[in-house]
């Protein structure tokens, strides 16, 4: 049974980059078919999708984050990684890491999240 | 990219059945079959419920159902069950990226 799970820093100050890595087990993250997402959700309020790597390495991130978020992946340890420069308060929220299954194009797996606090 | 329209909130009595809309636009939910539905309970991470409209994963009770009908999805959850209160998400693939609504938090009175 595949799962994933994030790490990272729980406290980044403002403007500083926030890191964060999702570990896969049970899979391999180069199996063909699907890609690897981040979502984050800030406190009481809804999801947003911030963007995912296809299992090629090609990316693609929400506009609204676009110049600001690089994700990536490392398939000698099996996970890949998100990154969020200039951060403002405005970024605190829980980050979740999950799989896309291509041919679905659905959220099938999410890791238990990891909250990220933006504050000096 | 606007996040899709849900209702902040619905409720019913055990056994009942209610539905919830999402609302999108022609770039989103009506160019695509591929909206998916996701349950989350407190401090939890969401769950798959329903993908590419109507399907529902291995395991997931067939009391909760999917549609669409142009710009607009909804998810129908039929004999409300105590343990079916929850928040609910739904999620649009729109080309290369995904958008999703702002959630409903279901009551079961």
């Known amino acids: 049974q595949l799962q994933l799970q994030e790490s990272g820093s729980g406290l980044v100050k403002p403007s500083q980059t926030l890191s964060l890595t999702c570990a896969v087990s049970?899979?391999?993250?180069?199996?063909?078919?699907?890609?690897w997402s981040w979502i984050r959700q800030p406190p009481g309020k809804g999801l947003e999708w911030i963007g995912y790597?296809?299992?090629?390495?090609?990316?693609y991130y929400n506009p609204s984050l676009k110049s600001r978020v690089t994700i990536s992946v490392d398939r000698s340890k099996n996970q890949f990684s998100l990154k969020l420069s200039s951060v403002t308060a405005a970024d605190t929220a829980v980050y979740y890491c999950a799989r896309v299954q291509s041919t679905i194009y659905a959220f099938d797996i999410w890791g238990q999240g990891t909250m990220v606090t933006v504050s000096s | 990219q606007s996040a899709l329209t849900q209702p902040a909130s619905v409720s019913g009595s055990p056994g009942q059945s209610i539905t919830i809309s999402c609302t999108g636009t022609?770039?989103?939910?009506?160019?695509?079959?591929?909206v998916s539905w996701y349950q989350q309970h407190p401090g939890k991470a969401p769950k798959l419920m329903i993908y590419?409209?109507?399907k529902r994963p291995s395991g997931v009770s067939n009391r909760f159902s999917g549609s669409k009908s142009g710009n607009t999805a909804s998810l129908t959850i039929s004999g409300l069950q105590a343990e079916d209160e929850a928040d609910y998400y739904c999620?649009?693939?729109?080309?290369?990226?995904?958008?999703f609504g702002g959630g409903t938090k279901l009551t079961v009175l």
């Open positions: 999620c649009s693939y729109a080309g290369s990226s995904w958008v």
């Open positions: 049970g899979g391999s993250i180069s199996s063909g078919g699907y890609s």
């Open positions: 590419e409209g109507s």
């Open positions: 790597i296809y299992h090629s390495g090609s990316t």
């Open positions: 022609s770039s989103d939910v009506g160019s695509y079959n591929l």
